[in-house]
């Protein structure tokens, strides 16, 4: 009777932790050449790495001549000073693969994997102007626009597919952007 319980029980336990949410898909395909250039950070979940950040959180990414990408994150900080990181990113699989990893750990470190934070493209328009990026576990999400502002239809559209995947769009903090 005993191992009977303890087996239920374990069982019931598994099911639970199987319950969640469904393995997050990606978009099929990124034209990375073509997602280069400055994206401004409309949302994102709160996260301990942009604390300082008060407004005007924009990413640049570009190719370098190595054919790696560049990406340099900015940032402006309460006292009104501009907070700079710079880091890289690589394709994980194929040439089209919305899936990425970021490093902003020195690149003397880059052989070590856990300096490296999975950048997925869960969501992009056919124009790439308004992109959602996250990772396997949906702790992190950022929506990045080419503008500083977004139109009210295309984010509430965006956050719907959000919502869709999973992920609590309540838990959303607003970007300030160029006040």
Not at 68 to 96: F, M, P, W, Y
Not at 97 to 117: H, T
Not at 149 to 164: S, T
């Amino acid at each position: 009777m005993k191992n009977r319980l303890l087996a239920t029980a374990l069982y019931l336990c598994c099911l639970a932790a199987f319950a969640g949410e469904p393995p997050l898909t990606t978009i099929a395909a990124l034209d990375l050449p073509r997602y280069m250039g400055t994206w401004y950070e409309i949302a994102k979940y709160p996260n301990w790495f942009q604390k300082k950040c008060v407004a005007d959180a924009r990413a640049e990414y570009s190719i370098a001549a190595d054919g790696k990408v560049q990406v340099i994150n900015r940032c402006r900080l309460d006292n009104g000073e501009t907070s700079e990181a710079i880091g890289a990113a690589r394709q994980v699989g194929h040439a089209t693969s919305p899936r990425l990893e970021v490093r902003f750990a020195p690149a003397w470190l880059s052989f070590i994997p856990l300096v490296w934070g999975d950048y997925w493209v869960i969501d992009i328009d056919e124009a790439y102007q308004l992109v959602a990026v996250s990772e396997p576990h949906r702790e992190y999400l950022w929506i990045l626009s080419r503008t500083p502002k977004v139109d009210a239809k295309a984010y509430e559209a965006l956050l719907a597919r959000l919502a869709a995947k999973g992920f609590d769009t309540r838990k959303l903090e607003t970007t300030r952007q160029g006040d």
